[in-house]
């Protein structure tokens, strides 16, 4: 399967400030990567589609000025948490579908366990 | 709105029994469907994708879908102390969609 790394694996902040979290695809161009976020006990919720070249695609509930998306390359998606509040506080996962797949098969990244204090 | 649904469990098996995990979805236009199992503090990783009516066999794991039904479900045979975990089921419309992740059943394999 594809290798995506996240960075970083984890980050505390202070409330009001921004954290930006990297998503790679280590072996396959990815147009479209996916972000995702895991609150304690529950199970994942997409958030938003990536897409390089393109705006990203927000889920409805998501703040889209709020979540910041830049997919930068085909290898490199961003996701930045303005103004972070402690309700922010989550597991935020990537996903990426390799461009040369023959399936839609997702690889996730290991994610990012953010705590906003 | 697109819904998944999982028993949460836990789900106790005997170590070398089978287990039997059940999913159902509600997007009759669904085309694709996942199986991940999640350890704790982890990211999901992919066990099995299935994307035709019948079984699909990958070692210990047979993953089975009934589209007329929405129900998917997954298999492990000789089930191992290491299968511990959450098994997530996922479905999607197209490659280019996002995943809807049901919440996940709590599997634990007993020694």
């Known amino acids: 399967g594809a290798v995506v790394s996240q960075h970083p694996s984890w980050v505390i902040c202070k409330s009001g400030t921004s954290v930006k979290i990297e998503c790679r695809s280590l072996?396959?161009?990815?147009?479209?990567m996916f972000w995702y976020r895991q609150f304690p006990k529950q199970s994942l919720m997409l958030m938003a589609t990536?897409?390089?070249?393109?705006?990203?695609?927000?889920e409805q509930g998501v703040e889209k000025d709020k979540f910041l998306i830049n997919h930068a390359s085909l290898t490199l998606s961003t996701l930045t948490v303005t103004s972070a509040h402690p309700e922010d506080s989550s597991f935020y996962i990537c996903s990426v579908t390799p461009d040369s797949g023959v399936t839609d098969t997702q690889y996730f990244g290991p994610g990012t366990r953010l705590t906003v204090l | 709105q697109k819904e998944v649904e999982q028993n949460s469990g836990p789900l106790s098996v005997p170590e070398g029994a089978i287990a039997s995990l059940n999913c159902t979805y509600s997007d009759r236009v669904s085309q694709s469907f996942f199986w991940y199992r999640q350890y704790s503090g982890k990211s999901p990783e992919l066990i099995m994708s299935i994307y035709s009516n019948g079984d699909k066999e990958d070692g210990r794991f047979t993953a089975q879908l009934n589209k007329a039904s929405q129900y998917v479900s997954l298999l492990i045979r000789d089930s191992q102390p290491s299968d511990s975990a959450t098994y997530l089921c996922?479905?999607?419309?197209?490659?280019?969609?996002?995943?809807?992740f049901g919440k996940g059943t709590h599997l634990i394999i007993q020694p």
């Open positions: 990536s897409n390089e070249g393109s705006k990203a695609t927000y």
């Open positions: 996922a479905v999607n419309r197209r490659g280019a969609d996002g995943l809807t």
């Open positions: 072996d396959f161009q990815a147009t479209t």
